[in-house]
T-cell receptor, first 115, second 109 residues
């Protein structure tokens, strides 16, 4: 089954404790992206990757890191989480925005609470 | 500045009562406009891509249309299972997709 898998789905942590949210896709997609979704603000892009070893900042990258060492995986790293990073996070992937514009496949989401 | 605005923010309809959701956009170099559906607690699910003014796409009770400045998602004779948040997005360039804040649709039985 074609899917984007995120882990963990739910996490409560404390300020400053490093955490990683994993994202894996099984569709051989080139493009991967992380979004956060907050009430009243909609979906905002954090980072994206056009292909392996190629990453770039989205609209709200502060406080986050990513890496793309393999095509299927795109982990999101919070080095020192703060309460304003409490949010619902989505990973998404695509064949490539030049080949299939806008046709993103989303994961189920990871709800993060930072105390 | 590239921008996507959806209206209304929320819409309540009776089952069978047809209506339309609006998505207006300002973007340089539009490469496509997209509609997604999002159920509570789930990731958005892709519905349609529209590339040029005058284009229309249909899927069951949904029909999406596009003009040079806005798109409409028409819902004909909706059912309770059509209740969801509908997101509009545009692609500007090869690497950027901008989402609107969505319209929460609630269909009453």
């Amino acid at each position: 089954e074609a899917q984007v898998t995120q882990n963990p789905r739910y996490l409560i942590t404390v300020t400053g404790k490093k955490l990683t949210v994993t994202c894996s896709q099984n569709m051989n997609h080139e493009y991967m992206s992380w979004y956060r979704q907050d009430p009243g603000l909609g979906l905002r892009q954090i980072y994206y990757s056009m292909n392996v070893e190629v990453t770039d900042k989205g609209d709200v990258p502060e406080g986050y890191k990513v890496s793309r060492k393999e095509k299927r995986n795109f982990p999101l790293i919070l080095e020192s989480p703060s309460p304003n990073q409490t949010s619902l996070y989505f990973c998404a992937s695509s064949f490539g925005l030049d080949r299939r514009p806008g046709e993103l496949f989303f994961g189920e989401g990871s709800r993060l609470t930072v105390l | 500045e590239d921008q996507v605005t959806q209206s209304p923010e929320a819409l309540r309809l009776q089952e069978g009562e047809s209506s339309s959701l609006n998505c207006s956009y300002t973007v340089s170099g539009l490469r496509g406009l997209f509609w997604y559906r999002q159920d509570p607690g789930k990731g958005p699910e892709f519905l349609f891509t529209l590339y040029s003014a005058g284009e229309e796409k249909e899927k069951e009770r949904l029909k999406a249309t596009l003009t040079k400045k806005e798109s409409f998602l028409h819902i004909t004779a909706p059912k309770p299972e059509d209740s969801a948040t509908y997101l509009c997005a545009v692609q500007a360039g090869y690497d950027k997709i901008i989402f609107g804040k969505g319209t929460r649709l609630h269909i009453l039985p």
